[in-house]
């Protein structure tokens, strides 16, 4: 599970950085041609949903201890 969790983060990354690329006006994804940028939009789009369902289980912040989460200052 660590790899599909590695490959599907890497894919939303992917898509964010696209995102904030477009808004300088330059789709990198859309570059690639209209086949391979529809799989890639998939992709990342599926990655997306998967991350979510499955983020609690994975980051190390959200378990039910608090995990290594910094305490907010003057709880030190």
């Known amino acids: 599970m660590k790899g599909l969790h590695m490959v599907t983060w890497i894919l939303v990354i992917i898509g964010g950085l696209n995102w904030g690329l477009t808004a300088f006006g330059l ?3 859309d570059m690639l041609g209209m ?3 529809k799989i ?3 992709l990342v789009g599926l990655s997306a949903i998967y991350e979510i ?3 609690k289980a994975n980051c190390k912040c959200c378990d039910a201890k608090g995990g290594d989460m910094p ?3 003057g709880q030190m």
């Open 71 to 73: 305490k907010p200052m």
């Open 40 to 42: 890639i939009y998939i």
């Open 35 to 37: 086949t391979i940028s």
């Open 27 to 29: 789709n990198v994804v």
């Open 53 to 55: 369902v499955t983020h």
